[in-house]
């Protein structure tokens, strides 16, 4: 079997140190690599693989719709782009309203973005995002972010992107002493910044609802206040849901958790869309954003937008999530997570903070004091005893996802219990071994 490894530049690594078992097979939470080492996913790769590995529903959806058409562009109707198109906004709530298929989150940004704009009429309108978020890696994408790891390669303002400080409770960048008062506080420095701007030259604010690469979860006050304040100024509320929908934050869409006080104009997807079965995104828009685009010219467009290959394996993913009631399963499997990473936190001076449990995404922060609350390494930097935990965890044949001080639980939603808890009690010694290291 021959390697990737001298062939590829992989991303978000110095490619020349890259080294990795070639992957071979998986089903459930498991994948195995070409030596048959079979390894418990605790991330879902990256924060996608929502169903599982191979899902035996979507891949017999893709054969088929393989057999009958693999390609059509949407200059031509197909089946499964008009009945994923229903059922997104039909899970929405989003009666009247419209998708625009793409290829994957990045685009669906761009997207979004762009659609804001133009509904807004305001070509070169301000975009307003989070000094610590994840977009997406295309230009526009890193303009959006607020992350460490490209801030260098692109200035926001060329984009009419204005970046404001994050809901962070546990480093509360307004000196917040709650949860509350940082949300708050958060939601009144996003008021401020269109303010600044002038309502009428702000297009949206865009954000992550929930779930973020960046491990940010806000507070329960932020996001329906972003939507109050949005709708208050007549500016387009856009909910970057790329991650954390399709049950990872234990709702169809985060923002339901809020029901109609936190229903975004507009919000993208990609990942859970098809359990990574296949790459696609979608820009998913209300009534309101969609009767003031249907009537232009959209001068835009993907070659793959809506590909029936992609729009089948979403199909029928929707249908497992439903039939198997993976998004309920999520919120109570990851409710129980929750309060097994706070006895955790209770038990291990390491763990500074634990926040998410939503659904079956958690954030584990690490410090090297609890009390002063000092990072383990300075951010976005990955301290070497959590390097050497992830190698480890490995070698036992578990997958668990890391970013700087930051440990990120997030498996499929179709963990077995055991197999869930029997991680996080790895997790527990492992974590135990660097504090006697
Ligand atoms: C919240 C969020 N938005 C956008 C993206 C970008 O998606 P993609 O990598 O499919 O372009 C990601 C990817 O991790 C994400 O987590």
Not at 119 to 135: E, F, P, V
Not at 149 to 175: G, I, K, M
Not at 240 to 264: L, N, T
Request: with cysteine; aromatic share 8%; proline share 5%.
């Amino acid at each position: 079997m021959i390697s990737e490894r001298n062939s590829v530049l992989h991303s978000w690594c110095v490619p020349a140190q890259w080294q990795a078992p070639t992957i071979v097979g998986g089903r459930g939470a498991h994948f195995w690599d070409a030596d048959g080492h079979d390894y418990l996913d605790m991330s879902s790769l990256s924060e996608c693989s929502n169903l599982g590995h191979q899902h035996p529903a979507v891949v017999k959806a893709i054969l088929e719709q393989a057999e009958r058409l693999c390609f059509i562009t949407s200059a031509w109707g197909t089946q499964p782009r008009a009945e994923l198109a229903e059922a997104l906004l039909e899970k929405a709530g989003f009666e009247h309203g419209r998708v625009f298929f793409t290829v994957a989150g990045a685009d669906a940004n761009e997207h979004a973005v762009k659609f804001a704009r133009q509904a807004r009429g305001l070509a070169h309108g301000w975009i307003i995002t989070r000094d610590r978020s994840y977009h997406g890696a295309s230009y526009a994408c890193m303009a959006f972010s607020g992350d460490a790891r490209t801030h260098h390669q692109v200035d926001p303002e060329l984009y009419a992107v204005a970046q404001v400080a994050s809901p962070y409770a546990y480093r509360c960048p307004f000196a917040s002493s709650s949860e509350i008062e940082c949300g708050q506080r958060a939601v009144a420095a996003v008021a401020d910044e269109i303010d600044r701007k002038g309502a009428e030259s702000v297009a949206a604010v865009l954000m992550e609802p929930n779930a973020g690469t960046n491990g940010i979860v806000p507070p329960d006050n932020y996001w329906p206040g972003l939507r109050e304040l949005a709708r208050s100024r007549g500016v387009f509320l856009i909910a970057d849901e790329v991650m954390s929908a399709f049950g990872r934050c234990g709702e169809w869409f985060a923002w339901q958790r809020y029901g109609d006080a936190g229903k975004p104009d507009l919000m993208t997807l990609a990942k859970g869309l098809t359990g990574a079965h296949l790459p696609l995104g979608a820009v998913v828009a209300n009534e309101n954003v969609a009767r003031r685009l249907e009537t232009q010219m959209l001068f835009t467009g993907l070659t793959y937008c809506g590909h029936p290959l992609a729009c089948a394996a979403g199909m029928a993913a929707v249908r497992a999530y439903e039939d198997e009631e993976l998004i309920e399963r999520s919120r109570r499997l990851g409710g129980a997570m929750l309060v097994e990473l706070k006895r955790l936190q209770q038990k291990h001076r390491l763990i500074g903070d634990v926040r998410g449990g939503h659904g079956l995404f958690a954030v584990m922060e690490l410090v090297s004091d609890p009390v002063s609350r000092a990072p383990l390494a300075p951010w976005p930097q990955t301290p070497p005893q959590l390097t050497a935990l992830v190698q480890k965890a490995l070698a036992r044949g578990v997958s668990f996802a890391v970013r700087g001080n930051l440990i990120i639980l997030a498996p499929p939603l179709v963990i077995e219990e055991r197999e869930l808890s029997d991680a996080l009690a790895f997790l527990d010694r492992l974590i135990s071994e660097i504090e006697s290291a």
